[in-house]
């Protein structure tokens, strides 16, 4: 993954993943969207040291480099402000929690939860689909740990606990 490579892999990630893909002119803007926050984003009246992508057309991701400076409080606040921001401006949801992306034929594709059981338990999916684990809290691990199998993934473990995953 080439997005962050100038953070250190302790710097910490947030991730927003949106409920539909983003059309090119959208991905165009929001990624001009990231990019002014990220050049104004403050914490405690500093400048914060940090980046920010739109990963396959639907992850707006943010990482700031704490060993520089610790982003709390209010910087935090700045970004779930700015994120409902762009999601009220291209009428997206970002916090679905249970919104499953995976890996499909080489495309990102997403679900609500109810249907990603479904499909699931369809065969659509499998233990070795790629699901996305937005909890990752590092640069490091969002580059080792972000893409994973559905069996390792907290996804697999609550969508069908007794299913028999090979977790």
Not at 50 to 55: H, I, S, V
Not at 88 to 115: E, I, M, P
Not at 139 to 155: D, F, H, N, T, Y
Request: aromatic residues 12%.
């Amino acid at each position: 993954m080439e997005s962050f490579t100038t953070l250190p892999a302790t710097a910490r990630v947030w991730i927003y993943q949106a409920d539909r893909a983003f059309t090119t002119t959208e991905s165009t803007r929001i990624a001009g969207d990231i990019n002014a926050f990220v050049s104004q984003w403050l914490a405690h009246k500093a400048k914060v040291i940090g980046d920010g992508a739109l990963l396959y057309d639907r992850f707006v991701i943010l990482a700031a480099d704490e060993d520089k400076l610790a982003v709390s409080g209010c910087s935090i606040d700045s970004t779930v402000r700015f994120i409902k921001e762009l999601g009220s401006k291209y009428n997206v949801n970002f916090f679905d929690r249970f919104y499953t992306c995976y890996l499909q034929d080489g495309q990102v594709k997403g679900a609500d939860f109810d249907t990603f059981k479904k499909l699931l338990a369809d065969g659509a999916v499998n233990d070795e689909t790629i699901v996305f684990n937005n909890l990752v809290a590092t640069v490091g691990a969002m580059q080792a740990e972000w893409q994973i199998p559905l069996a390792k993934s907290w996804q697999g473990r609550v969508a069908v606990p007794d299913a028999g995953l090979k977790l």
